[in-house]
């Protein structure tokens, strides 16, 4: 397990699997190695695989807080939201301090609509790590969708505060002044955003409305 670690570390993935494999070959019931080889066959792109190995680690090991985050991350990502949610509860239920899971909770719920839960959820993360730009920049969002325009912009800024070029603040920001009707600060903040991160799409999708809107 721990030379299967080393090889992930280097990129060297199919050592990698072949090591936790062996591991697991070795002990059945190596709730470690099963997680390892699950992030492992998730970073390349296995997401049934890396599901499986998850659960075997879940059998051997319950109280497995990472696991249940990781499993959560793949069901938000395929939109099985009951699913992404109950594994994010299972996480935080086993790690009262996890606010990567308590923030990952929140998305879960603002997808789904719940957003007085979400709300809960990442006012918690932001309880345990103030300093979470994720979680600030969520915190944002729910402002946004709650048409709280000032206090979406006071978040998207603290998030700015912590790293400047964080793109997804950048992007959000422009999308409250657009809706704000400040045309040229949206497009500014669109094309900034595009500076930073060129593949970002949403800053292109939104530029062009944004450009659109103010030839209007």
Same mark, same amino acid.
């Given at each position: 397990?721990?030379?299967?670690?080393?090889?992930?570390?280097?990129?060297?993935?199919?050592?990698?699997?072949?090591?936790?494999?062996?591991?697991?070959?070795?002990?059945?019931?190596?709730?470690?190695?099963?997680?390892?080889?699950?992030?492992?066959?998730?970073?390349?792109?296995?997401?049934?695989?890396?599901?499986?190995?998850?659960?075997?680690?879940?059998?051997?090991?319950?109280?497995?807080?990472?696991?249940?985050?990781?499993?959560?991350?793949?069901?938000?990502?395929?939109?099985?939201?009951?699913?992404?949610?109950?594994?994010?509860?299972?996480?935080?239920?086993?790690?009262?301090?996890?606010?990567?899971?308590?923030?990952?909770?929140?998305?879960?719920?603002?997808?789904?609509?719940?957003?007085?839960?979400?709300?809960?959820?990442?006012?918690?993360?932001?309880?345990?790590?103030? &300093?979470?730009?994720? *979680?600030? /920049?969520?915190? $944002? #969002?729910?402002?946004?969708?709650? +048409? !709280?325009?000032? =206090? @979406? %912009?006071?978040?998207?800024?603290?998030?700015?505060?912590?790293?400047? &070029?964080?793109?997804? *603040?950048? /992007?959000?920001? $422009? #999308?409250?002044?657009?809706?704000? +009707? !400040?045309?040229? =600060? @949206? %497009?500014?903040?669109?094309?900034?955003?595009?500076?930073?991160?060129? &593949?970002?799409?949403?800053?292109?999708?939104?530029?062009?409305?944004?450009?659109?809107?103010?030839?209007?």
């Amino acid at each position: 397990n721990i030379s299967g670690a080393f090889y992930k570390s280097k990129g060297q993935y199919s050592v990698a699997i072949e090591k936790f494999e062996q591991a697991i070959n070795l002990k059945l019931n190596y709730a470690e190695a099963h997680y390892n080889l699950g992030v492992t066959l998730g970073e390349i792109g296995k997401i049934n695989e890396a599901i499986e190995c998850y659960k075997n680690a879940l059998k051997n090991k319950k109280e497995y807080p990472d696991a249940h985050n990781n499993l959560g991350n793949i069901y938000l990502d395929l939109s099985q939201y009951e699913l992404s949610i109950e594994h994010f509860e299972w996480a935080v239920a086993y790690k009262t301090d996890f606010a990567e899971a308590f923030n990952n909770l929140g998305i879960a719920n603002r997808t789904i609509g719940r957003l007085s839960e979400a709300g809960k959820n990442i006012d918690k993360a932001l309880s345990i790590n103030p &300093n979470f730009i994720s *979680a600030i /920049n969520c915190r $944002g #969002l729910l402002h946004h969708d709650m +048409n !709280q325009h000032e =206090d @979406a %912009i006071k978040f998207f800024e603290r998030a700015l505060q912590l790293d400047s &070029n964080f793109v997804d *603040a950048i /992007n959000n920001i $422009g #999308l409250v002044y657009r809706e704000k +009707n !400040q045309i040229k =600060d @949206a %497009i500014k903040s669109f094309e900034k955003a595009i500076k930073l991160a060129p &593949n970002f799409a949403n800053s292109y999708y939104n530029l062009i409305h944004g450009i659109r809107e103010y030839r209007a």
